[in-house]
């Protein structure tokens, strides 16, 4: 019902910049949050950064000052800018979505993009 697509991931040099788009489509009645989560190999997905329908942002520390996440309520679209990079920032990024949808129940779920991998050189 609900899909998140994401996008924007590649390869950069140490310092470099990426920006990550997740697009969110079907029925929809409500975001109550959206972000990114990261996956490196060997490692739990953590949390990167997410922003709710209040515009509240939680950042992980590390990146704080390095990355800025927003949004375009219209276009039902978050993004992830992403400066400074460091090789610790390499992983899967996964775009998230906490999800109300258009049921008579108006059920909250958990959705995930598919992934873009972010490769960071030094």
């Known amino acids: 019902q609900v899909q998140l697509v994401d996008s924007g991931g590649g390869l950069v040099q140490a310092g470099g910049s990426l920006r990550l788009s997740c697009a969110a489509s079907?029925?929809?009645?409500?975001?109550?949050?959206m972000g990114w989560y990261r996956q490196a190999p060997g490692k739990q997905r953590e949390l990167v950064a997410t922003?709710?329908?209040?515009?509240?942002?939680n950042y992980k520390d590390s990146v704080k000052g390095r990355f800025t996440i927003s949004r375009d309520d219209d276009k039902n679209t978050v993004y992830l800018q992403m400066r400074s990079l460091k090789p610790e920032d390499t992983a899967v990024y996964y775009c998230?979505?906490?999800?109300?949808?258009?049921?008579?129940?108006?059920?909250?779920?958990?959705?995930w993009g598919q992934g873009t991998q972010v490769t960071v050189s030094s």
């Open positions: 079907g029925s929809i009645f409500a975001i109550n949050a």
């Open positions: 922003i709710t329908s209040g515009g509240r942002t």
């Open positions: 998230y979505g906490h999800i109300v949808v258009r049921t008579g129940t108006l059920t909250p779920y958990d959705y």
